[in-house]
């Protein structure tokens, strides 16, 4: 069965001071591994797709990263607008996702 | 519009009544997906379509529940005898054929009271 844990559950930063979160995973066959943005009350926002390891993708603060067990989506000099919820999943056999439980992230000014 | 959208955002209904929750993907998207997310966890799958037909519908949690995409765009989720423990966000996502990845709407939050 796929799995997917996400740590920390909930981090806070000081804008500017960068970080990372962890995504650990166990796949049958990873077809894709992918990173998304929640805000409070709204679905998720598609950020990154990373397919073998090794992989990486950039977006403005935002670099997601990718071995054969876990990935990690670095946030470097974060600001206030950076904080929501932040979800790992992974796409195996099945056209399906299968989330983790996200890591709440909070970034202060 | 040029997201995926869902009516209703919100739905309050009693224990034991019968709920519709509409899905209109992306244009152009084959593939459509639903999922439920509970406060503080990750979206769970339930229903996967490709076209017209359920090709994956092994998250249904019992028979309470039933999805239709007649014409291969639009799809209901049908939830029967609704219970307390049905209340979630309803998550609706679709996908192209030309990428994996799942393009999210801003779900209907249903609450059973």
């Known amino acids: 069965e796929d799995q997917v844990t996400q740590s920390p559950e909930a981090l806070r930063l000081q804008e500017g001071e960068s970080s990372s979160l962890n995504c650990s995973y166990t796949?049958?066959?990873?077809?894709?591994l992918f990173w998304y943005r929640q805000d409070p009350g709204k679905g998720p926002e598609f950020l990154f797709t990373?397919?073998?390891a090794g992989e990486e993708k950039e977006k403005e603060r935002l670099k997601a990263t990718l071995t054969k067990k876990e990935s990690f989506l670095h946030i470097t000099a974060p600001k206030p607008e950076d904080s929501a919820t932040y979800l790992c999943?992974?796409?195996?056999?099945?056209?399906?996702?299968?989330f983790g439980q996200g890591t709440r992230l909070t970034i202060n000014p | 519009g040029a997201g995926v959208s869902q009516t209703p955002s919100n739905k309050v209904t009693e224990k034991g009544k019968y709920v519709e929750l509409r899905c209109d993907p992306i244009?152009?998207?084959?593939?459509l997906y639903w999922y439920r997310q509970s406060l503080g966890q990750g979206p769970e799958f339930l229903i996967y379509?490709?076209?017209?037909?359920?090709?994956?519908d092994s998250g249904l949690p019992n028979d309470r529940f039933f999805a239709v995409r007649p014409e291969g765009s639009v799809s209901t989720l049908k939830i029967q005898r609704t219970e307390r423990g049905d209340s979630a966000v309803y998550l609706c996502?679709?996908?192209?054929?030309?990428?994996?990845?799942?393009?999210f709407g801003p779900g209907t939050r249903l609450t059973v009271t």
């Open positions: 996502a679709s996908s192209s054929i030309t990428g994996p990845e799942q393009y």
């Open positions: 796949v049958s066959g990873l077809r894709g």
């Open positions: 990373l397919y073998s």
């Open positions: 999943a992974v796409q195996g056999g099945a056209q399906k996702l299968v």
């Open positions: 244009s152009g998207h084959t593939a």
């Open positions: 379509f490709q076209g017209t037909g359920a090709a994956d």
